[in-house]
């Protein structure tokens, strides 16, 4: 008989009937933190209940909560306290994750991107579904732009801010997003744990990485979701940055995009 289970209300279930929710925002557990979460459910439990709905044949399915359910399979545990919800369970799940702030950055950027398309929203509509600016959604989007190879070295490394990967990610080529991540990881494993200063890049280099930012800012503005009159200031915007920049390229003597070969002199920039 299918148990019938009230919204709101408190249970007990068996760790081996829970089911695991097949869109999890939540693609990579550390071990690590996941052996200290174990240690702890083993001493005290799990203090906090999951959240669970269930399948079309009524099993009770991980809604929120799935590094708590793994840490009480390997402490041994037959039950864990749960809390039945219904509705929207997907977007309940990735703002449980995003409430504790231990979402890493990549798989965050790919939910975003999955709940918009399933969903039909633009970046305000998601940013006020889940209590975000439209700027932080904008930002965290921006990962999805990197090459699978940083993002999966990402997954597997939690000590990467968010802020190095949205940065990387509006470099325009993804020989570019390389370069500058290989240059951080080697960068950060050399920098000592200590609080020296850090050296402040040369006035060519900041300017250089701030065209480099705007270029990706204006990549990824959702001006389609605009209206006219900010739609035209920055259509002015972006026409006088290309003639700013025809004349320097000029100056320099250098080909404008489609004249000749333009990735070489593109690439030597983002060097």
Do not use: C
């Not at 320097?248 to 060097?271: F, K, N, Q, V, Y």
């Amino acid at each position: 008989m299918t148990t019938r289970y009230v919204k709101g209300r408190l249970y007990k279930l068996e760790t081996a009937a829970l089911r695991q929710d097949k869109i999890n925002p939540r693609k990579y557990m550390d071990p690590m933190t996941l052996t200290e979460l174990t240690a702890s459910v083993k001493r005290f439990g799990v203090l906090t209940p999951i959240l669970f709905t269930t399948d079309e044949d009524g099993a009770p399915v991980v809604v929120d909560g799935h590094r708590r359910v793994k840490a009480a399979e390997a402490a041994g545990l037959k039950t864990v306290p749960a809390v039945f919800t219904d509705g929207d369970t997907r977007l309940q799940a990735f703002v449980g994750n995003l409430q504790r702030e231990d979402l890493l950055p990549v798989d965050e950027a790919e939910e975003m991107a999955a709940i918009m398309k399933e969903y039909a929203l633009n970046q305000y509509q998601l940013a006020d579904a889940i209590g975000k600016s439209q700027a932080t959604v904008s930002n965290t989007l921006a990962i999805n732009r990197l090459p699978e190879d940083v993002k999966n070295a990402a997954r597997t490394n939690r000590s990467i801010p968010k802020s190095v990967l949205t940065e990387i990610a509006r470099l325009r080529t993804e020989a570019s997003m390389r370069r500058k991540f290989q240059r951080y990881m080697e960068s950060f494993s050399k920098t000592p744990r200590t609080s020296a200063k850090k050296e402040r890049p040369s006035p060519a280099r900041q300017l250089i990485n701030a065209i480099d930012d705007l270029t990706g800012r204006i990549e990824t503005a959702p001006w389609g979701d605009w209206n006219d009159d900010d739609r035209e200031d920055f259509a002015n915007a972006l026409m006088g940055i290309a003639r700013r920049a025809g004349e320097t390229l000029a100056a320099m003597d250098r080909p404008l995009p489609g004249e000749g070969d333009e990735e070489a002199p593109r690439d030597t920039w983002l060097a």
